[in-house]
C-alpha cells in the first residue's frame, strides 16, 4: 500500500479481555517494527521481524504480548488478559529491509483498557 | 545501555523565533540519529537523518547537528511558524540496528 496502515485506530476494551493490533507494512518492506508510547513517553521498543522472523522477543513487556507476522506482509499484536497498563499508542513502522535508515510509522492504534 | 534525553520537556515560543531542541544519549556507538515529528493522533515523519560520520544535516529552516563524543544532537527551527507546532522525537540507531527513543519536546508555536 501507499503507507504503513494499522486497525483498529482506536480500541476501547475491558480489563482481561484480548485485543488484536494488526499492521499492514508498505509493500516490499520486509521489516517490520512494534513500539508502544505511553501518554507523554518516548517509544518502548517491542518487537521487530525481519521477513516472517522475530529473532528477539526480549522487547515485549510480558508473556501476555505475542506478535506474529505471515506471508512477509501483515503482522498482528495480540495482548491477552488486559491491564489497565496496557493503555497506550501502539505504532508499527516498516522499513526497505532492516539496515535502511529510513522507517514508515503508521497512525498508530490507540488503545484503551478500562 | 543506551539512554536518550531531551530537553526540555515543553517549549512555547512567539511565531517567529529561532529555537533549538536538545537531545543527548549516553552511548556514542551509535549508527545514526534521527529527528521526528509528531502530531496528535498521527504518526511520526521522519525530518532529519544524521549518519554517524556526519556534523549536521540541513532542511529548509531546520538544521540538526551532532556530536557523537559529547553525545548530543541539537534540532535548531529557523523562523518558527504555527505549523511548527508538535512533539519532536529524537532517536538514536545503536549497535543492534533498535532505534532507542527519547521522551520528546512538545513544541508550542503561538501566532
Known amino acids: 500500500g501507499a503507507g504503513v496502515s494499522q486497525s483498529p485506530s482506536n480500541k476501547v476494551t475491558e480489563k482481561g479481555k484480548d485485543v488484536e493490533l494488526r499492521c499492514d507494512p508498505i509493500?516490499?518492506?520486509?521489516?517490520l517494527y512494534w513500539y508502544r508510547q505511553s501518554l507523554g513517553q518516548g517509544l518502548e521498543f517491542l518487537i521487530y521481524?525481519?521477513?516472517?522472523?522475530?529473532?528477539?522477543k526480549s522487547g515485549l513487556p510480558s508473556d501476555r504480548f505475542s506478535a506474529e507476522r505471515t506471508g512477509g506482509s501483515v503482522s498482528t499484536l495480540t495482548i491477552q488478559r488486559t491491564q489497565q497498563e496496557d493503555s497506550a499508542v501502539y505504532l508499527c513502522?516498516?522499513?526497505?529491509?532492516?539496515?535502511?535508515?529510513?522507517?514508515?510509522f503508521g497512525e498508530g492504534s490507540w488503545l484503551t483498557v478500562v | 545501555k543506551q539512554e536518550v534525553t531531551q530537553i526540555p520537556a515543553a517549549l512555547s515560543v512567539p511565531e517567529g523565533e529561532n529555537l533549538v531542541l536538545n537531545c543527548s544519549f549516553t552511548?556514542?556507538?551509535?549508527?545514526?540519529l534521527q529527528w521526528f515529528r509528531q502530531d496528535p493522533g498521527k504518526g511520526l515523519t521522519s525530518l532529519l537523518l544524521?549518519?554517524?560520520s556526519q556534523r549536521e544535516q540541513t532542511s529548509g529552516r531546520l538544521n540538526a547537528s551532532l556530536d557523537k563524543s559529547s553525545g548530543r544532537s541539537t534540532l535548531y527551527i529557523a523562523a518558527s511558524q504555527p505549523g511548527d507546532s508538535a512533539t519532536y522525537l529524537c532517536?538514536?540507531?545503536?549497535?543492534?540496528?533498535?532505534?532507542?527513543w527519547g521522551a520528546g519536546t512538545k513544541l508550542i508555536i503561538k501566532p
Open positions: 513502522a516498516s522499513s526497505l529491509d532492516l539496515g535502511s535508515d529510513t522507517i514508515y
Open positions: 509493500s516490499g518492506h520486509t521489516a
Open positions: 521481524f525481519q521477513g516472517n522472523s522475530a529473532p528477539d
Open positions: 552511548d556514542s556507538a551509535i549508527y545514526n
Open positions: 544524521i549518519q554517524s
Open positions: 532517536a538514536v540507531k545503536d549497535s543492534n540496528y533498535q532505534l532507542i
